[in-house]
Structures are given as C-alpha cells and as structure tokens.
C-alpha cells in the first residue's frame, strides 16, 4: 500500500533562517506531488505541485520554492522566511491521472 | 480561477444532531471528494464522488455528487464527539489538474 511521509513535524525557525521541508511517498512510482500551506484555522492554499522529475508549477508568488529531486520525493525550501511563512504545511500525492489526493501528517512552521 | 463556496462556515450541534453542508461552484467538476481534518493532522479523505447524481455513504456520512456537477453535499447522521472537526470539499476537473478546495466548515458537538 502507499505511505507519504513529511518531516520534520514541528519547526520553529528565526526571521531570514533557511527552510528545508521533506516528503516522500512509498508504493508508487510517478505520482503527482502537492505542497498545500494552511494558515490557522484557515483553508488550504495550493503552494505548488508536480506531475514528474524536475516539472513543478507554481500557484502562488513567494519566497518558497519546490523541488522533485527523485520521482517520489518533494522538498519546500526558502532561503529567508519571512513571519508571514508561518503555518501548517501539507504535502501530498495522487496517482498519476488520478482523482484522488491522500494528505501527508503535516509540518507546524512557526517563524519568530 | 475556480473557487468553491461551502458553506456553512461553522457549526455547533448537539450530539445526536444530524448535520448537513454543501459546496457549490460556478465551473464543472469532474470528481468531488470530501475530507475532514482533526487538530495539527492532515486532511483524511472521508467520500470520493466521481459521476453527477452519485450518492454514496459510508458509515454515518452520505454525500452527493449534483447532478449540474457544480455542486456536492455532505450529510452526518446522528452525530458523536469524534465527528468535531474540519470538514473540507474537494473538486477536481481532471486528473493531472490540482484539486480546488472549499475554505472548511468547523463542527463542533456539544455533548
């Protein structure tokens, strides 16, 4: 069966510090890759998705960036946050064509 | 974009309580699903809809595919503390499109 995973759970970083968010998905060759951000007790906003190696869209202008260096891996990184950048991070995978994404367990940023 | 309204935006219920909330769009989907979110977790699918004027159920939760394919419902039955939550919707258009997110509605159960 499938599994995504994500880490690390809980982060708390300073203002300008670098991020590095990891997930990756087992059971499943060329998924589709998602990075959703949740503000508190907010909706999810699309960050960006991937439908292969090196193929990454992104939905919404910042100072985040992804990037699939293996099929099954997905990595949001930053090289200054910004307070604004703190919240709950998702990552998540489809099959490729499919119609049905499954959510990773999460990542709590909090910038200080 | 495409954008989905689901509504209500919150709701408090008295365990027992049957509990019903909908999503509405101005564009087609092809697929809907809903998902619920408990505290500092990742959304868990709950009901994938992939044909207009599908009804499906699982357990005490019973959601409908519109038949305009704009819009989908989600009803719970007799509701328990454990339902407490974030109940999103989902539409998608086609498979390598991204999912379209409903803002959430909150439900809490007072015992």
């Known amino acids: 069966s499938q599994t995504i995973h994500q880490w690390p759970a809980t982060l708390v970083q300073p203002v300008g510090s670098p991020l590095s968010l990891e997930c990756t998905v087992e059971?499943?060759?060329?998924?589709?890759l998602y990075w959703y951000r949740q503000a508190a007790g907010r909706g999810l906003q699309l960050l960006f998705y991937s439908i292969g190696i090196d193929q990454i869209s992104s939905e919404v202008p910042q100072n985040l960036s992804a990037s699939r260096p293996q099929d099954r891996q997905f990595i949001l990184s930053s090289k200054k946050l910004l307070l604004s950048d703190s919240g709950f991070y998702l990552c998540a995978w489809s099959m490729t064509g499919g119609n049905t994404i499954y959510f990773g367990e999460g990542s709590w940023l909090t910038v200080v | 974009g495409q954008q989905l309204n689901q509504s209500p935006q919150s709701m408090f219920i008295q365990e027992g309580e049957d509990v019903s909330m909908n999503c509405t769009s101005s564009s087609i989907f092809n697929t809907w699903l809903w998902y619920k979110q408990d505290p500092g977790e990742g959304p868990v699918l709950l009901i994938a809809?992939?044909?207009?004027?599908e009804l499906t159920s699982n357990g005490r939760l019973t959601a409908q595919f519109g038949i305009t394919r704009k819009d989908s419902f989600l009803n719970i039955s007799a509701s328990i503390p454990s339902d407490v939550g974030i109940y999103f919707c989902?539409?998608?258009?086609?498979?390598?499109?991204?999912?379209?997110f409903g803002k959430g509605t909150r439900l809490s159960v007072i015992a």
């Open positions: 809809l992939y044909k207009a004027g």
């Open positions: 989902a539409g998608l258009l086609s498979g390598n499109t991204p999912l379209v």
């Open positions: 059971g499943t060759s060329n998924p589709n």
